[in-house]
């Protein structure tokens, strides 16, 4: 149950594209289409924004992506907005329990 | 509305025990299965145990196995943590959340979160 990898921290401008990553084994990642992310602003509740890899909750903005390649699962979020700046993290299934990331704060410059 | 409220959290002794609730409302409680994630003050997410719908499997973290009991009672809608052989390395704000699956298997992502209750080890 080692945590999956994530950059500690990305930045863009407003309009601009990033992608945050998320790197696991194949025991987690890679064995099942089952990562999700989650966007936490400061002393809130996470809020699931991708489900099954690249499925979007209903509410959740189509300027958020998301995708997999072998044990990497990306999320990506086009034409940045102040609002997106916040800790974002990845979990994936790995067998009769789950992982999470180490988290990524996104800084909105 | 989906609600979950937890409850039980507060300041406790190593080695001490605490029993942590979740209360829900605006879903059919039996249907889902449910989790407890918790989180450190200033780190990230950990997931810590989840629960089958009905109650008939259930699994944790290894960093808290043989130490907390995950249970839900069906008919009062609430879903429970006991915590024993508390160490300092579990103080942490405990989230329980929902696992969209009904009658399934556990998907172990989580479409509704509480907003968390604080626990807190110390001497």
């Known amino acids: 149950q080692s945590a999956l990898t994530q950059p500690a921290s990305v930045s863009g401008s407003p309009g601009q594209s990033i992608t945050i990553s998320c790197t696991g084994t194949?025991?987690?990642?890679?064995?099942?289409?089952?990562v999700s992310w989650y966007q936490q602003h400061p002393g809130k509740a996470p809020k699931l924004m991708i489900y099954e890899v690249s499925k979007r909750p209903s509410g959740v903005s189509n300027r958020f992506s998301g995708s997999k390649s072998g044990n990497t699962a990306s999320l990506t979020i086009s034409g940045l907005q102040a609002e997106d700046e916040a800790d974002y993290y990845c979990?994936?299934?790995?067998?009769?329990?789950?992982?999470f990331g180490g988290g990524t704060k996104l800084t909105v410059l | 509305q989906v609600q979950l409220v937890e409850s039980g959290g507060g300041v406790v002794q190593p080695g001490r025990s605490l029993r942590l609730s979740c209360a829900a409302s605006g879903f059919t409680f039996s249907s889902y299965g449910m989790h407890w994630v918790r989180q450190a003050p200033g780190k990230g997410l950990e997931w810590v145990a989840v629960?089958?719908?009905?109650?008939?499997?259930?699994y944790y973290a290894d960093s808290v196995k043989g130490r907390f009991t995950i249970s839900r009672d069906n008919s009062k809608n609430t879903l429970y943590l006991q915590m024993n052989s508390l160490r300092a390395e579990d103080t942490a704000v405990y989230y329980c959340?929902?696992?969209?699956?009904?009658?399934?298997?556990?998907?172990?992502?989580?479409?509704?979160w509480g907003q968390g209750t604080l626990v807190t080890v110390s001497s």
């Open positions: 979990c994936s299934y790995a067998g009769s329990s789950g992982v």
């Open positions: 194949s025991s987690d990642v890679g064995s099942y289409n089952l």
């Open positions: 959340a929902r696992d969209p699956t009904k009658w399934e298997l556990p998907k172990y992502y989580f479409d509704y």
């Open positions: 629960i089958w719908y009905d109650g008939s499997n259930k």
